[in-house]
Each structure stands twice: as structure tokens, then as C-alpha cells.
């Protein structure tokens, strides 16, 4: 089966630069979407088909992927972006796969 | 708006099965798949399934063959996820999802919590 690892967890100073990877076999090549989940709400679209943000999704977030690794990228980190992020691939083997998760806190 | 609203929380013995149902509106309900997705307590997100709305065409997670139904109504425009032998490992929030047209999940409902316990 196809999986998807994340660090467990990402800190960062307000106003700095986060940087959250996601490594998968081959996972520059695939179509990569990325989630924030926030305590207690359901996860929240922030980036679909590797570095394109949805209407409504602040552009301090953006995507990239190369080799084996998927990155998701907050510029100028906000006290609001404290939450959890998923990434997402699909892959033959394991259709939707998601990543393992990381918790970035905003210190 | 486009949403999408889920059933109210289950509590269910082991051995038992449980039914939640994901109702959208404010789109056209055959235009877009439909995903269930789980996240146990304090865990990651989990995918389980996915429909077509137009034909009903289903497919599931390796994990879940045998024990997983995922059908829809499009007169409701209802999308219905059935577990069957359930255990105190599918204790979790249960997530309907659309897949919009950029392929992303974009569109979650709020997730119904499922308990198994005896």
C-alpha cells in the first residue's frame, strides 16, 4: 500500500516561515492536495493540484512537490494557521491517501 | 449555500451497524462525487470510500472490503455510509466530503461522531 509520511509536528514564530513536507514514493509526480484541520471543525481545503489555492485561501500558503517529497509552504505564519495539516495524493494502490498529519504551533 | 448535512451521533454496541447519512444541496447532487472519511480520537484521517451520485458506482479502501456500503438517494440528494461488525477500533467522527471539480475535498459536512462500546 501507498503511504504518505508528514513530520508530527512543525513550530514556528508568528510572522515566520513554515515549511511542512509530505514524502511518498514518486510524490513530486502526483497531484498533491493539502487540508488544514482546525480543533474540534472539519479539515478546510487549503491547496488542490499541488500549489493552487482555492477562492477564499490567504496566498501565504502555497504548495510545491519534487521527488519523493510534497511541500506545503505558510509565509508569514499567522497565530490562526495553528492547526493540524494533512496531504493527499491518489495513488493506484491506495486511492485518496492521506498523510500521517502534522501539528503546527505558532509559538 | 452549498453544504453538506450529516446525521446525528451513534452509539452503537459491538456486532451492531451503524447507517449515517450526508445530505447536499445547493448544487446539482449528480455533478460530483461523494467520500466518506474517518478520524479516530486524537488520530489522522482515514479514507474510506466514494460514490458517483450518477450511477452510484462505488469503491472502497482495501481496509473497509467486505463491511462497507456506501449508496445514495438522488430524489434526497442523500448520500448514505453503512458499517457493518463494528468494535471499539471504528469508534470515530465520520466525514462525508465533495470532490470538486480541481479533484480536492472541497466541501466537508461536520462529521457524526459513531461510539462502539458495550
Known amino acids: 500500500s501507498y503511504e504518505l509520511t508528514q513530520p508530527p509536528s512543525v513550530s514556528v514564530s508568528p510572522g515566520q516561515t513554515a515549511t511542512i513536507t509530505c514524502s511518498g514514493d514518486?510524490?513530486?509526480?502526483?497531484?498533491t492536495c493539502w487540508y488544514q484541520q482546525k480543533p474540534g471543525q472539519s479539515p478546510v481545503l487549503v491547496i488542490y493540484?499541488?500549489?493552487k489555492r482555492p477562492s477564499g485561501i490567504p496566498d501565504r500558503f502555497s504548495g510545491s512537490g519534487s521527488g519523493n517529497t510534497a511541500t506545503l509552504t505558510i509565509s508569514g505564519t499567522q497565530a490562526m494557521d495553528e492547526a493540524d495539516y494533512y496531504c493527499?495524493?491518489?495513488?493506484?494502490?491506495?486511492?485518496?491517501?492521506f498523510g500521517t498529519g502534522t501539528k503546527v504551533t505558532v509559538l | 449555500q452549498v453544504q453538506l448535512v450529516q446525521s446525528g451521533a451513534e452509539v452503537q454496541k459491538p456486532g451492531a451497524s451503524v447507517k449515517v447519512s450526508c445530505k447536499a444541496s445547493?448544487?446539482?447532487?449528480?455533478?460530483?462525487?461523494i467520500h466518506w472519511v474517518r478520524q479516530a480520537p486524537g488520530q489522522g484521517l482515514q479514507w474510506m470510500g466514494i460514490?458517483?451520485?450518477?450511477?452510484?458506482?462505488?469503491s472502497y479502501a482495501q481496509n473497509f472490503q467486505g463491511r462497507l456500503t456506501v449508496t445514495r438517494d438522488t430524489s434526497t440528494s442523500t448520500v448514505y455510509m453503512e458499517m457493518s461488525s463494528l468494535t471499539s477500533d471504528d469508534t470515530a467522527i465520520y466525514y462525508c466530503?465533495?470532490?470538486?471539480?480541481?479533484?480536492?475535498?472541497?466541501?466537508w459536512g461536520p462529521g457524526t461522531m459513531v461510539s462502539v462500546s458495550s
Open positions: 466530503a465533495r470532490e470538486g471539480s480541481n479533484d480536492g475535498f472541497d466541501i
Open positions: 445547493g448544487y446539482t447532487f449528480t455533478n460530483y462525487y
Open positions: 460514490i458517483n451520485p450518477r450511477g452510484g458506482v462505488t
Open positions: 514518486k510524490m513530486g509526480e502526483k497531484d
Open positions: 493540484q499541488h500549489n
Open positions: 493527499q495524493a491518489w495513488d493506484s494502490s491506495t486511492p485518496y491517501v
